[in-house]
């Protein structure tokens, strides 16, 4: 490999994965609508390295623009501030275009097949049997283009005609899907693709810079332009071969939107699949975009890295690889090659005793290797006229499927998503779910077998299990509490005691949050099965919005508030054990706080002081069209404590997709300017100010008392010069 492609795509070289699993929204894993437990073909549409016992049937669904989704999942071994791995957890989406409107489901568990006449009308994009993500074109050039032989593939003999479906992973380029290997196991990926970046989330934020500039949202990647036409000529990828033959090297396919939030990745443990730190599974919360489609698709990837060796070095490359394993330079001779047997006593050709050989369970291949889940297809609707432009949307959702806990596994029980839901008055949020008929039969549950339901019923505490009478419910009106029962828009046709009837999508619209401050407790009629399984909520209605978290000292974690604020404690900054809060707050409760383009946060205990800085995040308001250099006068302002004075945080950078980023080394209240002060007062500025004015006054005053005195100062300076 020649050229500048060989050098920047070294990022994820020493990358080793395991399973991760969507859990919200319903995460595919391949299946489409098996009823059996595994899926029927883990090559339909992607690449996802997972068990195939994952996956949830296919279910649509439907997002309104501005809304905010609480994307949730579990992954098998450790992220975040967890010191035995590196990992990075890429979310995207993409959705279809006008000119190529091909993603979809599908009908059939087959994989779309790579020779076009095997499909209707011979054009396999076309052909509604099969389910689609990325398409024909996109993998045919793959499949031309050579891959990067730049890379560093250990002892992996990977294929060279076999173009950039063969990698250090994929070393064969077996085909899933019309899925590019290249692009799925490296990011940043230096080559077009149809992806839009939503979020990175690292265990080390110093990449984040990185990661931002180097986005497809904002930058072209590179296609080989030949001279004389516009033909992308795909055999050619890398700028060097490109000019040699006076070609044009070119940058393409920018999305032209906000760069990706980029941000600390939850703490997770090692071999397991379930909570992290709180409680809860893994979150992060995705405000939709105005991207309004009816077929999108989202995918989310995950990476850890061993630390072995450093994969980001540069040096780290192909000049490295070598079936023997003998030339990456391990301490004490050892080999990279798999299952190598290693000498870890003192090798001793006279005295075997000294000798101890163990052999390592390594593959080099899963020392590189890229794992995923995605979606079914959803769509991105227009936000309705009646609901208010700057009014925050949250999506209430149920995850899980019908089973117990061993028979849902990896998947989970019904839940519903968040099942802890903190919301303003003037809030509204969009409850839908969705779910299949075509579970196994003989999986625990409610209702008619195989299939999933759930409904909303209003309990007066969370720990008892039987609803209110409908009478007696103030989470929403009658009639709407009446349909979120009965999951039928308010009809009584068929068998609705277990819901049987009821069909497996519901959508109960866009609603306003009750206007009385409280906690509305909430259960599902059919699922909730004391002492077996639990399908409870709580949509909590306060005039501010807080979360709170024990922090260890040891392993550090985050806070995060939806769309609001995050921060990210690391290792050791706390000296002990911490509860931590993150509130947001109307800017007229606080004392002194100035106007700002954000609402003011909390970060809570007040003047809390770390050892070392930790991350902190600020959401604000960004105007329409704005570009970085637009931003450039925004300030980040931190106060110690109601009426205290407000300072700069300086070295905060601001993104076009509205998020103030700090470190921080102390606690204290934050907001966002845009570098004015007519909003309001900032303390600092007006202490500073009036003592100006008073040396001035105290100046003149004294001036007109001593009509001698500014003679004499005159005379002293010029005895100086």
Same mark, same amino acid.
């Given at each position: ?27 595919? !894993? ?49 992220? =975040? ?35 076009? +006449? ?54 064969? =380029? ?30 080390? *934020?110093?990449?984040? +810079? ?37 070609? $044009? ?11 990706? !939030? ?24 995705? *405000? ?12 989310? %990837?995950?990476?850890?890295? $061993? ?75 227009? %936000?309705?006229? +009646? ?92 009639? /709407? ?43 599902? $009629? ?14 909590? /209605? ?109 070295? $905060? ?69």
């Amino acid at each position: 490999m020649k050229g500048s492609v060989g050098v920047i795509c070294l990022i994820f070289c020493a990358v080793v994965s395991a399973d991760i699993y969507l859990q919200n929204p319903r995460g595919s !894993n391949n299946r489409l609508d098996e009823r059996g437990r595994n899926r029927n073909n883990g090559n339909r549409l992607f690449d996802s390295q997972n068990n195939n016992r994952g996956g949830y049937n296919v279910g649509n669904m439907n997002y309104t623009v501005g809304s905010i989704l609480s994307i949730e999942w579990t992954n098998q071994h450790g992220c =975040g501030s967890n010191p035995k791995v590196n990992c990075e957890i890429i979310m995207q989406y993409m959705c279809n275009t006008e000119s190529v409107p091909y993603i979809r489901d599908g009908t059939t568990t087959r994989t779309v097949p790579s020779n076009p +006449d095997q499909c209707r009308d011979g054009n396999c994009d076309t052909d509604s049997e099969y389910g689609v993500h990325e398409n024909f074109q996109y993998w045919s050039e793959c499949r031309a283009r050579p891959r990067n032989q730049g890379l560093f593939t250990a002892s992996q003999n990977v294929k060279n005609n076999r173009g950039a479906t063969a990698t250090r992973q994929n070393r064969n =380029g077996q085909r899933r899907g019309y899925e590019c290997a290249e692009e799925r196991d490296y990011y940043p990926y230096w080559h077009p693709s149809p992806w839009k970046d939503i979020a990175i989330l690292t265990s080390n *934020t110093s990449r984040c +810079d990185y990661y931002l500039a180097e986005s497809q949202n904002v930058v072209g990647k590179g296609v080989c332009v030949e001279a004389g036409t516009e033909e992308i000529l795909v055999k050619i990828n890398n700028p060097t071969d490109c000019e040699a033959d006076n070609n $044009t090297w070119t940058l393409t396919g920018a999305h032209n939107i906000s760069a990706p !939030n980029c941000i600390a990745a939850p703490w997770s443990r090692v071999n397991h699949l379930g909570n992290t730190l709180g409680g809860h599974n893994a979150m992060y919360n995705w *405000t939709i975009p105005n991207d309004v489609n009816d077929r999108c698709v989202f995918r989310i %990837r995950y990476n850890i890295s $061993t630390s072995d060796y450093n994969g980001w070095d540069p040096a780290v490359n192909a000049s490295l690889n070598s079936r023997n394993g003998d030339k990456l330079g391990l301490p004490n001779g050892y080999l990279f090659k798999n299952n190598p047997d290693t000498n870890i006593g003192t090798p001793d050709d006279d005295n075997a005793d000294n000798n101890i050989v163990v052999e390592l369970a390594i593959n080099t291949a899963q020392f590189g290797r890229t794992f995923q889940d995605r979606s079914h297809t959803f769509a991105i609707v227009p %936000r309705p006229a +009646d609901v208010p432009a700057g009014a925050r949307v949250y999506n209430l959702n149920v995850r899980g499927k019908r089973g117990n806990i061993v028979q849902t596994y990896p998947g989970t029980e019904y839940d519903f998503a968040p099942s802890r839901l903190e919301v303003n008055p003037n809030d509204y949020v969009h409850i839908q779910w969705t779910g299949s008929n075509t579970n196994p039969n003989n999986n625990d549950g409610q209702g008619k077998q195989g299939t999933d339901r759930s409904n909303i019923a209003q309990m007066a505490a969370p720990g008892q299990n039987i609803p209110m009478q409908l009478s007696e419910m103030t989470m929403f009106n009658q009639t /709407v509490m009446r349909s979120l029962m009965l999951v039928n828009n308010g009809r009584n046709n068929g068998e609705l005691s277990e819901l049987d009837d009821a069909g497996t999508y519901y959508n109960g619209g866009i609603l306003k949050v009750p206007a009385e401050i409280g906690v509305y407790h909430y259960m599902c $009629t059919r699922n909730n099965n004391f002492s077996n399984r639990s399908q409870k909520g709580a949509l909590i /209605v306060t005039n501010t919005i807080s979360s709170t978290a024990s922090v260890s000292a040891r392993i550090g974690g985050s806070v995060t508030i939806a769309s609001i604020a995050e921060v990210d404690i690391t290792p050791d900054a706390l000296t002990t054990d911490t509860q931590v809060t993150v509130e947001e707050l109307p800017t007229e409760n606080v004392e002194g706080a100035p106007t700002g383009v954000s609402k003011v946060v909390a970060m809570e205990p007040h003047g809390l002081t770390f050892s070392k800085p930790v991350n902190a995040s600020i959401a604000f308001e960004v105007p329409e069209g704005a570009t970085a250099e637009d931003l450039a006068g925004y300030v980040l302002l931190q106060s110690a404590g109601p009426g205290q004075p407000y300072e700069k945080v300086e070295g $905060t950078t601001f993104t076009t997709s509205g998020w103030a980023k700090a470190e921080i080394t102390h606690f204290s209240f934050f907001v966002v300017t845009n570098g004015s002060l007519d909003g309001g007062a900032i303390a600092g500025v007006v202490i500073a100010v009036l003592a100006v004015v008073g040396l001035l006054v105290f100046g003149v005053i004294y001036v007109r008392r001593n009509p001698d005195a500014l003679g004499r100062l005159k005379a002293r300076h010029n005895n100086r010069i």
